[in-house]
């Protein structure tokens, strides 16, 4: 919702708000403000007031606006728009069991409470030490209005809302309207499960006298079943597991612009997805959203994430890398320069390969090991053919002829790199002992890497260099 947010204000030059929506003292934890802030500025999301940088219309915090509404709230009773409302959780559940159980046509409050005195409800059962502030909707409340998205829309009829607490806080539905009217807000933008309180919302601009902002309700997210995308139950709604499991801003970014959007029309008529946010912003308008629920779609965000890992330059990938590799044990939060030289390496050899960040951890992890304790893996091991002792001997015989660096005596005709590594085992294995690659590689990249599958070969080889290859070779022959 914040990237649409804040690609309509940029495009037509306006100010993006953070606000800090924090009324429910139930559901408040102190670290959520701190992982907001965090999750959005990994994304890019930048905002031009809020509660960490001000602005003229702060407080940003709605806990921190408590004398804005109280006003409002007592404008609307002396109006006879509003009425307390002392019936305890106990009655109110009572009565919508009973509504439900008649297949009433009404479900919500009965205002029970509404016209009487705090003394005359006190004589009545179910009644509360400390009331509520329940809006009074007329039977005739508006119920159609015009959606930027959808077009005409009309909501079910709304009960007589609460929009102040016994706690003194307002509820979601009086706070965001005076906050939107105070702080100037031109367009709402929220998830279609707001369209139902719409009517009550319009309602409290229209009693108040305020001008209305144009309404965007923007289509929910689906799993791949269809269903409504949970918190609880479904982990890819949390922000920061993408973080976790290796995404790039920048694609989950791309993605998110995708869900109900069109991808980018070139000007041969052919689309394309991998985008810039920049782009996104250039030709955004909220008339091409499509209302209909999107499909979250892992492996389509897997596919972006791969090809915008592919346009990182090598170096600013191996910097991402960092976290994860160091998070996953391979390196240390201090790695050397040597560490940090080997990386890119490996990194620029990887590169092609990786849908996630957190795919390199196995693909690393072997060039920072102990040249005689690379653990083997059992799928590795036992995929050792009977001819694995004599490829291995032959192909230790064929690299101790081929020196290290320019410093050896051969180096101007055979240095140690990968076409020369690559020439040596072929004419050693395919030409010599008359293997197929497949077989005669295979245990080669088992002393190398202790996997089946791993980097390319030759170039790994090159990467550790002559004399950790051999030592590599020579543990895994002993051990065979």
């Known amino acids: 919702m914040s990237l649409f947010n804040l690609a309509f204000a940029r495009k037509h030059g306006g100010q993006f708000l953070l606000r800090v929506e924090d009324t429910d003292r139930a559901r408040y934890r102190e670290d959520s403000e701190g992982q907001l802030y965090d999750t959005l500025h990994w994304l890019g999301v930048t905002w031009d007031e809020g509660?960490?940088?001000?602005?003229?219309?702060?407080?940003?915090?709605?806990?921190?606006?408590?004398?804005?509404?109280?006003?409002?709230?007592?404008?609307?009773?002396?109006?006879?728009?509003?009425?307390?409302?002392?019936?305890?959780?106990?009655?109110?559940?009572?009565?919508?069991?009973?509504?439900?159980?008649?297949?009433?046509?009404?479900?919500?409050?009965?205002?029970?409470?509404?016209?009487?005195?705090?003394?005359?409800?006190?004589?009545?059962?179910?009644?509360?030490?400390?009331?509520?502030?329940?809006?009074?909707?007329?039977?005739?409340?508006?119920?159609?209005?015009?959606?930027?998205?959808?077009?005409?829309?009309?909501?079910?009829?709304?009960?007589?809302?609460?929009?102040?607490?016994?706690?003194g806080f307002p509820t979601y539905h009086l706070a965001v309207v005076v906050d939107d009217h105070e702080m100037g807000i031109t367009h709402v933008v929220r998830g279609e499960e707001w369209i139902s309180s719409t009517p009550k919302h319009r309602l409290l601009y229209k009693l108040l006298g305020w001008p209305e902002p144009a309404w965007v309700h923007m289509p929910l997210l689906r799993n791949t079943d269809k269903s409504k995308i949970s918190k609880r139950k479904n982990p890819a709604a949390r922000l920061t597991w993408f973080r976790e499991q290796g995404y790039l801003p920048e694609a989950l970014v791309n993605f998110l612009c995708l869900l109900g959007y069109p991808p980018i029309i070139e000007a041969d008529g052919t689309e394309r997805e991998v985008m810039t946010y920049a782009e996104f912003v250039d030709g955004f308008d909220f008339a091409k959203v499509n209302p209909a629920g999107p499909i979250f779609d892992l492996k389509k965000l897997d596919w972006l994430n791969g090809m915008k890992i592919r346009e990182l330059p090598v170096g600013e990938l191996a910097s991402r890398l960092l976290p994860h590799l160091e998070e996953a044990g391979v390196l240390s939060g201090n790695p050397s320069l040597g560490e940090l030289g080997r990386l890119k390496l490996v990194t620029e050899l990887i590169q092609p390969r990786l849908v996630k960040l957190s795919d390199a951890a196995p693909l690393v992890a072997p060039f920072y090991v102990a040249d005689d304790a690379v653990p083997i893996a059992e799928d590795a091991r036992a995929g050792l053919k009977d001819d694995a002792g004599p490829i291995l001997d032959a192909a230790i015989a064929a690299l101790e002829t081929v020196p290290q660096n320019d410093d050896d005596l051969l180096a101007a005709t055979r240095p140690w790199n990968h076409q020369v590594i690559e020439e040596h085992l072929r004419e050693a294995l395919l030409d010599g002992m008359g293997l197929k690659p497949r077989v005669a590689f295979a245990p080669l990249r088992t002393a190398i890497s202790g996997q089946r599958v791993s980097p390319p070969l030759f170039e790994s080889m090159a990467i550790i260099g002559r004399h950790s290859t051999l030592t590599r070779l020579r543990t895994l022959r002993a051990s065979l």
């Open 51 to 167: 509660p960490d940088v001000g602005g003229p219309f702060g407080p940003y915090r709605q806990s921190e606006r408590l004398d804005t509404y109280r006003p409002v709230v007592e404008r609307l009773i002396e109006q006879g728009d509003a009425y307390y409302c002392w019936c305890t959780p106990a009655r109110l559940a009572r009565v919508r069991e009973e509504q439900q159980k008649a297949k009433s046509n009404v479900i919500g409050y009965d205002r029970f409470c509404l016209g009487k005195t705090a003394e005359q409800r006190a004589a009545e059962p179910d009644c509360a030490e400390t009331p509520v502030v329940r809006l009074k909707v007329p039977d005739d409340v508006e119920l159609s209005f015009t959606d930027l998205v959808r077009g005409p829309v009309s909501a079910p009829p709304p009960d007589d809302q609460v929009i102040l607490k016994a706690d």
